[in-house]
Protein backbone atom coordinates (compact mmCIF):
# COMPACT_ATOMS: atom_id res chain seq x y z
CA UNK A 1 0.00 0.00 0.00
CA UNK A 2 1.15 3.56 -0.85
CA UNK A 3 1.82 5.72 1.81
CA UNK A 4 2.92 9.44 1.82
CA UNK A 5 2.21 11.10 5.74
CA UNK A 6 3.81 14.66 5.21
CA UNK A 7 4.87 16.30 8.49
CA UNK A 8 6.42 19.49 9.78
CA UNK A 9 4.11 22.24 9.12
CA UNK A 10 3.38 24.98 11.90
CA UNK A 11 2.41 28.90 11.94
CA UNK A 12 5.47 30.90 11.16
CA UNK A 13 5.86 34.85 10.86
CA UNK A 14 6.88 36.20 7.39
CA UNK A 15 10.22 35.83 6.58
CA UNK A 16 10.51 32.68 8.71
CA UNK A 17 11.61 29.07 7.86
CA UNK A 18 9.72 25.81 7.77
CA UNK A 19 10.51 22.18 6.70
CA UNK A 20 8.70 19.52 5.91
CA UNK A 21 9.10 16.00 5.55
CA UNK A 22 7.41 13.68 3.80
CA UNK A 23 7.55 9.51 4.99
CA UNK A 24 7.31 7.48 1.95
CA UNK A 25 6.33 3.66 1.73
CA UNK A 26 5.00 1.02 -0.03
CA UNK A 27 6.88 1.49 -3.43
CA UNK A 28 10.23 1.69 -4.19
CA UNK A 29 11.70 4.85 -3.65
CA UNK A 30 14.06 4.92 -6.73
CA UNK A 31 10.97 4.83 -9.36
CA UNK A 32 9.05 7.83 -9.28
CA UNK A 33 8.99 11.49 -9.15
CA UNK A 34 7.56 12.85 -5.91
CA UNK A 35 6.36 15.91 -5.27
CA UNK A 36 5.07 18.71 -3.03
CA UNK A 37 1.22 20.45 -3.93
CA UNK A 38 -0.65 23.02 -1.21
CA UNK A 39 -4.34 24.55 -1.15
CA UNK A 40 -5.14 27.71 0.15
CA UNK A 41 -8.25 28.55 1.68
CA UNK A 42 -10.34 29.08 -1.16
CA UNK A 43 -7.99 28.21 -4.04
CA UNK A 44 -6.94 25.20 -5.80
CA UNK A 45 -4.53 22.87 -5.07
CA UNK A 46 -0.92 23.72 -6.42
CA UNK A 47 1.91 21.91 -7.34
CA UNK A 48 5.00 23.61 -5.51
CA UNK A 49 8.08 21.39 -5.68
CA UNK A 50 8.81 18.10 -7.86
CA UNK A 51 11.82 15.92 -7.37
CA UNK A 52 13.44 12.79 -9.43
CA UNK A 53 14.40 10.59 -6.78
CA UNK A 54 16.67 8.25 -9.16
CA UNK A 55 18.76 10.99 -10.36
CA UNK A 56 17.82 14.20 -7.94
CA UNK A 57 16.70 16.86 -10.71
CA UNK A 58 14.28 19.03 -9.39
CA UNK A 59 11.50 21.53 -10.50
CA UNK A 60 10.13 24.58 -8.77
CA UNK A 61 7.28 26.74 -8.98
CA UNK A 62 8.17 30.15 -10.29
CA UNK A 63 7.19 32.12 -6.82
CA UNK A 64 9.15 29.83 -4.73
CA UNK A 65 11.71 28.94 -7.06
CA UNK A 66 15.02 30.28 -4.90
CA UNK A 67 13.31 30.37 -1.66
CA UNK A 68 12.44 26.18 -1.08
CA UNK A 69 14.51 23.45 -2.00
CA UNK A 70 13.02 20.29 -2.13
CA UNK A 71 15.62 16.55 -1.21
CA UNK A 72 15.47 13.21 -1.18
CA UNK A 73 17.13 10.71 1.11
CA UNK A 74 17.48 7.40 0.27
CA UNK A 75 18.42 5.99 3.11
CA UNK A 76 15.29 7.11 5.36
CA UNK A 77 13.13 7.28 2.36
CA UNK A 78 11.78 10.64 3.02
CA UNK A 79 11.54 13.66 0.51
CA UNK A 80 12.25 17.16 2.51
CA UNK A 81 11.02 20.65 1.31
CA UNK A 82 13.53 23.66 2.99
CA UNK A 83 11.19 26.65 2.84
CA UNK A 84 13.11 29.68 4.04
CA UNK A 85 11.60 33.91 3.41
CA UNK A 86 8.15 32.74 3.72
CA UNK A 87 5.67 35.20 2.73
CA UNK A 88 1.76 34.88 3.71
CA UNK A 89 1.03 33.88 0.13
CA UNK A 90 2.60 30.66 1.13
CA UNK A 91 0.10 29.50 3.84
CA UNK A 92 -1.73 26.34 3.15
CA UNK A 93 -1.65 22.56 3.39
CA UNK A 94 0.87 20.80 1.92
CA UNK A 95 0.88 17.49 0.42
CA UNK A 96 3.65 15.10 -0.84
CA UNK A 97 2.22 12.60 -3.61
CA UNK A 98 3.81 10.25 -6.11
CA UNK A 99 4.24 10.80 -10.11
CA UNK A 100 4.99 14.74 -10.40
CA UNK A 101 5.86 15.39 -13.86
CA UNK A 102 6.17 19.30 -15.21
CA UNK A 103 4.88 20.75 -18.21
CA UNK A 104 6.35 23.97 -19.62
CA UNK A 105 4.46 26.33 -22.08
CA UNK A 106 4.79 28.24 -25.06
CA UNK A 107 5.99 31.03 -22.66
CA UNK A 108 8.23 29.15 -20.96
CA UNK A 109 6.03 29.00 -17.28
CA UNK A 110 6.13 25.78 -15.65
CA UNK A 111 3.19 23.53 -14.07
CA UNK A 112 3.83 20.93 -11.68
CA UNK A 113 1.49 18.46 -11.73
CA UNK A 114 0.72 14.37 -11.14
CA UNK A 115 -0.81 11.82 -12.29
CA UNK A 116 -1.33 10.23 -8.79
CA UNK A 117 -5.14 9.42 -8.38
CA UNK A 118 -4.55 7.52 -4.52
CA UNK A 119 -5.08 9.03 -1.30
CA UNK A 120 -3.33 12.39 -0.70
CA UNK A 121 -3.32 12.18 3.07
CA UNK A 122 -4.51 14.90 5.71
CA UNK A 123 -1.36 17.02 4.50
CA UNK A 124 0.25 19.53 6.80
CA UNK A 125 -1.10 22.84 7.88
CA UNK A 126 1.77 26.25 6.68
CA UNK A 127 0.65 29.04 8.32
CA UNK A 128 2.55 32.20 7.71
CA UNK A 129 1.38 35.70 9.37
CA UNK A 130 2.21 38.54 8.18
Known amino acids: EVQLQASGGGLVQAGGSLRLSCAVS????????IGWFRQAPGKEREGVSC????????YYKASVDGRFTISSDHAKNTVSLQMINLKPDDTGRYYC???????????????????????WGRGTLVTVSS
Open 26 to 33: GFTFDDYH
Open 97 to 119: VPHCGVVIDRSGKLTITTTYSGS
Open 51 to 58: IDTSDGRT
